[in-house]
């Protein structure tokens, strides 16, 4: 079965941090790109994170630069999204995407609040 399971989300205070998984099958993760993308409530969705089959490149929205970090691991077919100093407006459903395969995860909520 081909498809995309994210898990790790949840209410967390700002400051706080929260690592999000997302578990492939049913594709070759190892040979395409991975993005985690997230849409807030009447927003469109925004890419976060990318990272490259291997690994050895990745990228940011500015709005996240420097607090979240993607890596992968190839071997457990699993993209990570390891988010730090969350704020409030980081709150919104997240999405993993694998790029080539054009497969989307059913998304996972954080909620940045007090």
């Known amino acids: 079965q081909v498809q995309l399971v994210e898990s790790g989300g949840g209410l967390v205070q700002p400051g706080g941090s929260l690592r999000l998984s997302c578990a492939a099958s049913g594709f070759t993760f190892s040979t395409d790109a991975m993005n985690w993308y997230r849409q807030a409530p009447g927003k469109e969705r925004e890419l976060v994170a990318s990272i490259s089959s291997t690994g050895g490149n990745t990228h940011y929205a500015n709005s996240v630069k420097g607090r979240f970090t993607i890596s992968r691991d190839n071997a457990k077919n699993t993209v990570y999204l390891q988010m730090n100093s969350l704020k409030p407006e980081d709150t919104a459903v997240y999405f993993c995407?694998?790029?080539?395969?054009?497969?989307w995860g059913q998304g996972t909520q954080v909620t940045v609040s007090s």
């Open positions: 995407n694998a790029v080539v395969s054009a497969i």
